[in-house]
């Protein structure tokens, strides 16, 4: 079941990146969400590189809140740290994950942290 589920996302995935390119200006923010964990990144696919990451592994998240007050946790840092990077304006790229609980509260708190998107 896990193998099918896995396929139905990347090839949601791999259709919403037809749609979505990163660039310097406007990064891309490429969600990954886990069973424990939930991993974002901000891309810049022109260059080919990573701007900035956060994780809910980190030691500056919470870890006595559930999964959904996590995400925004990282949302917001992921803010913070675009914020030094000089990022104002991002994409956001779902993953092929619904825009739903865990993956909403990561844009939600992203955006309560000053990205426009």
Same mark, same amino acid.
């Given at each position: 079941?896990?193998?099918?589920?896995?396929?139905?996302r990347?090839?949601?995935?791999?259709?919403?990146?037809t749609?979505?390119?990163?660039?310097a200006?406007?990064?891309?923010?490429?969600?990954?969400?886990?069973?424990? !964990?939930?991993?974002?990144? /901000?891309?810049?696919? @022109?260059?080919?590189?990573?701007?900035?990451? &956060?994780?809910?592994?980190?030691? $500056?998240?919470?870890?006595?809140?559930?999964?959904?007050e996590?995400?925004? !946790?990282?949302?917001r840092? /992921?803010?913070?740290? @675009?914020?030094?990077?000089?990022?104002?304006? &991002?994409l956001?790229?779902?993953? $092929?994950?619904?825009?739903?609980g865990?993956?909403?509260?990561l844009?939600?708190?992203?955006?309560?942290?000053?990205?426009?998107?």
């Open positions: 079941m896990k193998f099918l589920k896995e396929n139905r990347r090839r949601i995935h791999m259709r919403i990146r749609k979505i390119r990163g660039t200006d406007r990064p891309r923010i490429c969600v990954f969400r886990s069973n424990l !964990q939930i991993y974002c990144q /901000l891309i810049d696919d @022109a260059a080919g590189h990573t701007i900035a990451s &956060a994780s809910s592994r980190e030691s $500056g998240i919470d870890k006595s809140v559930n999964k959904s996590q995400a925004r !946790q990282v949302g840092l /992921l803010a913070q740290r @675009a914020k030094d990077a000089r990022v104002e304006n &991002a956001f790229d779902r993953g $092929g994950y619904l825009y739903h865990r993956v909403k509260a844009a939600e708190g992203a955006r309560e942290g000053g990205l426009q998107f």
